[in-house]
T-cell receptor
Framework: GAGVSQSPRYKVAKRGQDVALRCDPI?????LFWYQQALGQGPEFLTY????????KSGLPSDRFFAERPEGSVSTLKIQRTQQEDSAVYLC???FGNGVWNEQFFGPGTRLTVL | GDSVTQMEGPVTLSEEAFLTINCTYT??????LFWYVQYPGEGLQLLLK?????DKGSNKGFEATYRKETTSFHLEKGSVQVSDSAVYFC????????????FGQGTELSVKP
């Protein structure tokens, strides 16, 4: 079956532009996570959904970052007024259930470059 | 807060050499511990995990033992292959945190024939 997909795979934005990054999780997966991975670093947690409910957004770096999952399936991460420090790979992961017992499956990521 | 520290890379080994990648963690309570691998051009994949002290996770010849007394989860393999060349990430997930992962910075492994 299909894995987690993300689009676009690459995005170049001028500083100040808004961007929207899409994640299609594995069908039936309840939990969805967003991570930010800077060059040469490990992924850092941004936010977590269980179905359509955003249960944890403690990792969002500023109020310019906003995520939604309105129907409990596809999720969008939106970044307003992009800054150069937002340049990173944004990873989406989904898991069948919630909690540590459920393996997270990662998408290929969206590489965002802000000029 | 919770954190994970890995040995810095890159690590370069010859084929059939023994591999150790060190990982230590700081966490409250009893986290679950993971190793993820990222092969060139691919997404992150779970390699192995351990959910309680003294558990040993293993997969594809790799092993790691959850050592609470030393807060460590070192990755080992007895004989590496060229196909093991990848970036390896140690990670933890705390209790009652919904499963979110906290990652180390990653260790790049390059295996030469």
């Amino acid at each position: 079956g299909a894995g987690v997909s993300q689009s676009p795979r690459y995005k170049v934005a001028k500083r100040g532009q808004d961007v929207a990054l899409r994640c299609d999780p594995i069908s039936g997966h309840v939990s969805l996570f967003w991570y930010q991975q800077a060059l040469g670093q490990g992924p850092e947690f941004l936010t977590y959904f269980q179905n359509e409910a955003q249960l944890d957004k403690s990792g969002l770096p500023s109020d310019r970052f906003f995520a939604e999952r309105p129907e409990g399936s596809v999720s969008t991460l939106k970044i307003q007024r992009t800054q150069q420090e937002d340049s990173a790979v944004y990873l989406c992961a989904s898991s069948f259930g919630n909690g540590v017992w459920n393996e997270q499956f990662f998408g290929p990521g969206t590489r965002l470059t802000v000029l | 807060g919770d954190s994970v520290t890995q040995m810095e890379g890159p690590v370069t080994l010859s084929e059939e050499a023994f591999l150790t990648i060190n990982c230590t963690y700081t966490a409250t309570g009893y986290p679950s511990l993971f190793w993820y691998v990222q092969y060139p051009g691919e997404g992150l994949q779970l390699l192995l995990k351990a959910t309680k002290a003294d558990d040993k996770g293993s997969n594809k010849g790799f092993e790691a033992t959850y050592r609470k007394e030393t807060t460590s989860f070192h990755l080992e393999k007895g004989s590496v292959q060229v196909s093991d060349s990848a970036v390896y990430f140690c990670a933890l997930s705390g209790n009652n945190q919904g499963g979110k992962l906290i990652f180390g910075q990653g260790t790049e492994l390059s295996v030469k024939p």
